[in-house]
C-alpha cells in the first residue's frame, strides 16, 4: 500500500518559514491535499491539488509537489500557526485514500 | 451555513455494532463524494472509506482494518451519509469524522466510538 512519511515534528520561529515535507514514491504524480488540525478541534483544508488554497486560508500558506516530496509552507509562521499538519493523497493503484503520519508544528 | 453533523457514537462492547450517520446542510450533498476518517486517542488520521456521489455510481472504498466489517451508505433524499460497523473491536475506538475533503474540505466535529468491555 501506498506509504506518506512526515516527519514528526518541526519548530520554528515566528515570522520565519516553516517547511512541512510529505515523502511518498512518485508523489509528484499524485495530488495532494493538507490539513490542520488544532488540539480538540477538527481539521481543516489548507491546500488542495497541491497548491490550492480554499477561501479563507491566508496567502501565508502555500503547496508545491515534485518527484517524491510535497511540501506545505507556511510563511511568516504565527503563534496560530501551531498545529498538527496532515498529507493526504488517493491512490490510484489501490483505490485508497492515504494521510500521512502527521507533523506537529512549533512555533518557538 | 455549511454543515455536517456526525451522531450515532457511543460506548460499545467488542463484538458489537453501531450505526454512525453523518447529516450534511448548506451544500449539494448528492454532487460529493463523501468520506470517514478516524482518529484514535493522542493519534492521527486515518482514512477508513470514501462513497461516491450516486451519479458516479455510490461506489465505495474501504481501508484493509475496517473492510467486510464496515459499510458506507448514503441516502441523497435525507442529506446523509452512514457508517454501519459491525464486529468492532477494542482497536476502533476513536473520534470518526465525516468529510468533503479534498473537494470543498468540509469536515464534521465527529463522534466518539469507544469499543470496551
Known amino acids: 500500500s501506498y506509504v506518506l512519511s512526515q516527519p514528526p515534528s518541526v519548530s520554528v520561529a515566528p515570522g520565519k518559514t516553516a517547511s512541512i515535507p510529505c515523502g511518498g514514491n512518485?508523489?509528484?504524480?499524485?495530488?495532494v491535499h493538507w490539513h490542520q488540525q488544532k488540539p480538540g478541534q477538527a481539521p481543516v483544508l489548507v491546500i488542495y491539488?497541491?497548491?490550492d488554497r480554499p477561501s479563507g486560508i491566508p496567502e501565508r500558506f502555500s503547496g508545491s509537489n515534485s518527484g517524491n516530496t510535497a511540501t506545505l509552507t507556511i510563511s511568516r509562521v504565527e503563534a496560530g500557526d501551531e498545529a498538527d499538519y496532515y498529507c493526504?493523497?488517493?491512490?490510484?493503484?489501490?483505490?485508497?485514500?492515504?494521510f500521512g503520519s502527521g507533523t506537529k508544528v512549533t512555533v518557538l | 451555513e455549511v454543515q455536517l453533523v456526525e451522531s450515532g457514537g457511543g460506548l460499545v462492547k467488542p463484538g458489537g455494532s453501531l450505526r454512525l450517520s453523518c447529516a450534511a446542510s448548506?451544500?449539494?450533498?448528492?454532487?460529493?463524494?463523501m468520506t470517514w476518517v478516524r482518529q484514535a486517542p493522542g493519534k492521527g488520521l486515518e482514512w477508513i472509506g470514501t462513497?461516491?456521489?450516486?451519479?458516479?455510481?455510490?461506489?465505495?472504498y474501504y481501508a484493509a482494518p475496517v473492510k467486510d466489517r464496515f459499510t458506507i451508505s448514503r441516502d441523497d433524499s435525507k442529506d446523509t451519509l452512514y457508517l454501519q460497523m459491525n464486529s468492532l473491536k477494542t482497536d476502533d475506538t476513536a473520534l470518526y469524522y465525516c468529510?468533503?475533503?479534498?473537494?470543498?474540505?468540509?469536515w464534521g466535529q465527529g463522534t466518539l466510538v469507544t469499543v470496551s468491555s
Open positions: 468529510t468533503t475533503a479534498p473537494r470543498e474540505g468540509y
Open positions: 448548506g451544500f449539494t450533498f448528492s454532487d460529493f463524494w
Open positions: 462513497i461516491k456521489s450516486e451519479i458516479a455510481g455510490a461506489t465505495t
Open positions: 512518485n508523489i509528484g504524480r499524485k495530488s
Open positions: 491539488y497541491d497548491t
Open positions: 493526504h493523497v488517493w491512490d490510484d493503484s489501490s483505490d485508497h485514500y492515504v
